[in-house]
Nanobody, 126 residues
């Protein structure tokens, strides 16, 4: 059974950086696209980025393009979301999710992802 655990959230000042980690167990990353989503207080779940199953394609929503970057380590079955230049618009619970066979969109749809982690909180405050 595929399991996902996110980590790396925390409190950061505006303009700061965080790296979120997504640990995927029991499967190989080469078979799954990994999407990242976030949910701010009082708002719905927003898809913000995706890395393809082959790892060669990354896509980002306009809201994070140029500031966030995805990478992965297949030996460790880890996916990383490097977040730079964080703003007061970025605080949310961040989730990663896995899907087999989905097209890797800049705006991943939660309905296309079957496996989810519990999320990690990101707070941006001075």
């Amino acid at each position: 059974q595929l399991q996902i655990v996110e980590s790396g959230g925390g409190l950061v000042q505006p303009g700061g950086s965080l790296r979120l980690s997504c640990a995927v167990s029991e499967v190989t990353l080469d078979d799954y696209a990994i999407g990242w989503f976030r949910q701010a207080p009082g708002k719905g779940l927003e898809g913000i980025s995706c890395i393809s199953s082959a790892g060669g394609i990354t896509n980002y929503a306009d809201s994070v393009e140029g500031r966030f970057a995805l990478s992965r380590d297949t030996a460790k079955n880890m996916v990383y979301l490097q977040m730079n230049s964080l703003t007061p618009e970025d605080p949310a619970v961040y989730h990663c999710a896995a899907s087999r066979g989905v097209y890797c969109s800049a705006y991943p749809s939660l309905r296309e992802y079957s496996y989810w982690g519990q999320g990690t909180q990101v707070t941006v405050s001075s």
